[in-house]
């Protein structure tokens, strides 16, 4: 097994065309003044700045919401690549608990997008103490393919089929196939009281091994040359599949997030932040952490807001946590930083 965490290279911004006046002048105090407990921004792969506030520092681990979703979306992207499974295979082929009417037509696209149909209940889903026990039972609202919405039990979906096809936990097997080999291994998964991995919320990691993370994505799933996960899976995952070129949305408060949405993550190509590149992609979670990818540029910069082993996050609400505008308004410092 690789060690468990692997230093970034590290470069002067200016080396790399990134001016440091706009990061300390602009970028910085934008973070800062959200509640931002740590940034780091990597350019072609090395790191060119950071910054920590109130007491964290490059080893914090941050609770960072749905960015974990992405971590899912990876996990099935390896047995895609191994030959073990098949976007269009019907989920109940490894979960037979969904052989019955309805959902039996749930595929792995359709968890992948959000487009499964199962039933929008927030507050009972995520109150759930086993919540893969509550999604092998859960309701079905819409046939699987036909409605997009965002909700919690369809990425929850992910954890026993990874567990199932590999006899490990989900955030275990990334480990093994991609966390190691990047050097952020240290990256831990919010766990139920079963000891499951919650897909459908939180991996607890720094700054720095998002940035891994993200950088691995930006470049295809290689990592120094070694492709770790499936490239084409990878394009997939920012790509708008062709599914939303007939689904429904569950509400118009949701239109938005449906026309820029890939493999659980938030994708530009309908201009949902105006100012990033169309092909720029973003792993987001509540309270606005973010994981910001644009493949043109070759960056990424992560931003966590929310530090790992507390209960309650809510007073961590912050001016940047919408996710087109407050979202936007980084992409725009740090755009400028490079322009």
């Known amino acids: 097994m690789p060690p468990a965490t692997v230093d970034l290279p590290v470069a002067a911004p200016a080396e790399l065309g990134v001016d440091p006046r706009v990061l300390e002048g602009r970028l910085a105090p ?15 792969g090395k790191l060119v700045w950071e910054r920590y506030w109130g007491g964290h520092g490059p080893e914090t681990a941050f609770d960072v919401y749905s960015i974990g979703k992405a971590y899912a979306a990876v996990a099935i992207g390896l047995l895609i690549g191994d030959g073990a499974l098949a976007l269009d295979d019907p989920a109940c082929r490894i979960l037979p608990e969904w052989q019955r009417e309805g959902h039996r037509e749930i595929t792995i696209r359709h968890l992948l997008t959000m487009t499964s149909g199962l039933h929008l209940d927030f507050e009972t889903f995520t109150a759930s103490e086993d ?27 992910l954890c026993p089929i990874v567990k199932r096809l590999t006899g490990k936990q989900p955030i275990e097997f990334l480990r093994e196939r991609v966390l190691g080999p990047i050097g952020a291994g240290r990256v831990e998964w919010l766990r139920a009281k079963n000891g499951d991995c919650k897909t459908w919320r939180s991996t607890l990691t720094s700054a720095r091994d998002l940035c891994k993370f993200g950088w691995l994505l ?14 084409g899976f990878c394009a997939a995952m920012r790509t708008q599949d062709p599914l939303f070129g007939h689904v429904a949305c569950h509400s118009e408060k949701q239109e938005l997030k449906s026309r820029n949405y890939g493999y659980l993550q938030y994708l530009n190509v309908n201009a949902l932040w105006p100012d990033a590149d169309p ?61």
Not at 30 to 43: D, M, S
Not at 292 to 318: C, Q, W
Request: aromatic share 8%; charged share 15%.
């Open 279 to 339: 092909r720029a992609f973003a792993p987001l979670g509540a309270y606005a952490n973010m994981c910001l990818i644009d493949p043109a540029r070759e960056f990424v910069l992560a931003r966590m807001v929310t530090p790992a082993g507390l209960d309650d996050h809510k007073g961590y609400s912050n001016g940047l946590d919408v996710t087109s505008g407050g979202t936007n308004e980084v992409w725009k410092a740090v755009q400028a930083a490079l322009a």
């Open 131 to 157: 919540p893969t026990a509550a999604v092998l039972a859960w309701p079905l609202d819409h046939r699987p393919g036909t409605v997009w919405c965002y909700e919690q039990a369809t990425v929850q979906a």
């Open 218 to 231: 930006c470049r295809d799933g290689a990592w120094n040359g070694r492709p770790l996960v499936d490239p």
């Open 30 to 44: 934008l973070l800062g003044a959200h509640k931002t407990g740590a940034a780091a921004l990597l350019v072609k």
